[in-house]
């Protein structure tokens, strides 16, 4: 499952509105431009309540990568 859906699923789940602009809150990362049209609200909702985990480099989302069982399971912790 691409890391997108899986911020859109738990963004939905939670009932989470983006807050502000998508584009301020999702500007920060440098691939910002190839998250979906579809994910972009429960993309940006997910980042503003740091649901979000892009380790070791924080400046890229990868959001068409698929997403590991680790980084769902942070997400959710």
């Known amino acids: ?4 859906q899986v911020l859109v ?4 789940g939670l009932q989470f509105k983006p807050s502000g602009t998508n584009a ?7 691939d910002y431009n190839s998250i979906p049209f579809y994910a972009d ?3 940006a909702a997910a980042t ?3 649901l ?3 380790y070791p480099n924080i400046d890229f989302l990868e959001p068409n990568r698929a997403a590991t ?3 769902v399971a942070a997400s959710i912790y």
């Open 1 to 4: 499952m691409p890391r997108a």
């Open 9 to 12: 699923a738990l963004a939905s």
């Open 24 to 30: 301020s809150v999702t500007g920060d990362f440098r």
């Open 41 to 43: 609200d429960g993309v």
């Open 48 to 50: 503003f309540r740091n």
């Open 52 to 54: 979000t985990v892009n």
């Open 69 to 71: 069982r680790a980084e």
